[in-house]
C-alpha cells in the first residue's frame, strides 16, 4: 500500500519568505508527527495530531511555525518569514494512533534550504 | 542533558564482525523503546521494538536494561548493507510523543 508522502520534495526560498510543507499519511493513521532534523543531528519533534483531539505544539520553536490537519488526514507545516537556521529535512510520520508502543511510518522529507 | 542519548560513532567493522551499541536514557518512567535505521539522505525506519525480555531478529539482537537505563542493539555477522546510521527511541509513559537520539553510524567494509 502507499506509504507516508510528502512534498515538495526539495524547496529553496530566500529569507524572509513564507513556506508551506505538504504531508499526506498512510490511510487510516490517526496520528501524525511532524519532526525536523539538521545535518548530522538528531529528530527534532515539532508537533503531534491525534484524531481530532487538540494538536500538541509544544515542540514549535517559534511563532513562525504552525501546522494543520484538515479532516483528519492531510497536514500543512507552514513557516513564516523564513530564516536560514530553518534549513533543514522536515520529516513527516503516521501511525494507527491506538496504541503507544506504535511503529511510525515516515514520509521521505522536504529539504528546506533557506538562502 | 538530552534525554536520550548515543555514541556517534562511527564504528567502523569488517564485513562478519559482530558490534553492539548503547543507548542510555535519563526518563525513567520511559516505557517503550525502538531500534530506527536511517540510510545516508532517506527517512528512518523502524529496525525493531525493544522488549523487556530483550528480543532477536536473524542477525539483530535488541535488550533493554531498565536498572542502568540503556538498551542495545547486537549486529552480528556485518553485512556492507548494515551500513546506515541507528536511531535510539523512547516513549515515556502515558506520551505518545518519542525522543530520538542523533544517532550511531555503521559502517560496514569489506
Known amino acids: 500500500g502507499a506509504g507516508v508522502s510528502q512534498s515538495p520534495s526539495n524547496k529553496v526560498t530566500e529569507k524572509g519568505k513564507d513556506v508551506e510543507l505538504r504531508c499526506d499519511p498512510i490511510s487510516g493513521h490517526t496520528a501524525l508527527y511532524w519532526y525536523r532534523q539538521s545535518l548530522g543531528q538528531g529528530l527534532e519533534f515539532l508537533i503531534y495530531?491525534?484524531?481530532?483531539?487538540?494538536?500538541?505544539k509544544s515542540g514549535l520553536p517559534s511563532d513562525r511555525f504552525s501546522a494543520e490537519r484538515t479532516g483528519g488526514s492531510v497536514s500543512t507545516l507552514t513557516i513564516q518569514r523564513t530564516q536560514q537556521e530553518d534549513s533543514a529535512v522536515y520529516l513527516c510520520a503516521s501511525s494507527s494512533g491506538t496504541a503507544l508502543q506504535e511503529t511510525q511510518y515516515f514520509g521521505p522529507g522536504t529539504r528546506l534550504l533557506v538562502l | 542533558r538530552k534525554e536520550v542519548e548515543q555514541d556517534p560513532g562511527p564504528f567502523n567493522v569488517p564485513e562478519g564482525a559482530t558490534v553492539a551499541f548503547n543507548c542510555t536514557y535519563s526518563n525513567s518512567a520511559s516505557q517503550s523503546f525502538f531500534w530506527y535505521r536511517q540510510d545516508c539522505r532517506k527517512e528512518p525506519k523502524l529496525l525493531m521494538s525493544v522488549y523487556s525480555s530483550g528480543n532477536e531478529d536473524g542477525r539483530f539482537t535488541a535488550q533493554l536494561n531498565r536498572a542502568s537505563q540503556y538498551i542495545s542493539l547486537l549486529i552480528r555477522d556485518s553485512k556492507l548493507s548494515d551500513s546506515a546510521t541507528y536511531l535510539c527511541?523512547?516513549?515515556?509513559?502515558?506520551?505518545?510523543?518519542?525522543?530520538f537520539g542523533r544517532g550511531t553510524s555503521l559502517i560496514v567494509h569489506p
Open positions: 495530531f491525534q484524531g481530532n483531539s487538540a494538536p500538541d
Open positions: 527511541v523512547a516513549s515515556s509513559g502515558g506520551s505518545y510523543i518519542p525522543t
